[in-house]
């Protein structure tokens, strides 16, 4: 059973940073790409960041570029994403998800529950 699980949001104020973390089990971490989408409260799913299966290649949305890091361990099964400098309007719900293939040309097939992150002062 493929699982997702997100951890390390909370309550930051704006200008500083966070550490997500995505657990990952029940299926072949190394052959996947993923990818960190959010959602604001009261709107739709945003992508905000993807990575290759190996690591080779990583995308941002244009709103967090210079400010967000994806990087993962394919030893530990492990997915991150590092926001600094945070903006009140990076507070979303952040879920990690599994694409179906090695790269982000592959729809997105599994998801995890989400990890809150608020960014007030």
């Known amino acids: 059973e493929v699982q997702l699980v997100e951890s390390g949001g909370g309550l930051v104020q704006p200008g500083g940073s966070l550490r997500l973390s995505c657990a990952a089990s029940g299926f072949t971490f190394s052959s996947y790409a993923m990818s960190w989408v959010r959602q604001a409260p009261g709107k739709g799913l945003e992508w905000v960041s993807a990575?290759?299966?190996?690591?080779?290649?990583?995308r941002y949305t244009d709103s967090v570029k210079g400010r967000f890091t994806i990087s993962r361990d394919n030893a530990q099964n492990t997915l991150a994403l590092q926001m600094n400098s945070l903006k009140p309007e990076d507070t979303a719900l952040y879920y990690c998800a599994k694409y179906d293939g090695t790269t982000w040309k592959y729809g997105m097939d599994y998801w995890g529950k989400g990890t809150l992150v608020t960014v007030s002062s």
């Open positions: 990575i290759y299966n190996d690591g080779g290649r990583t």
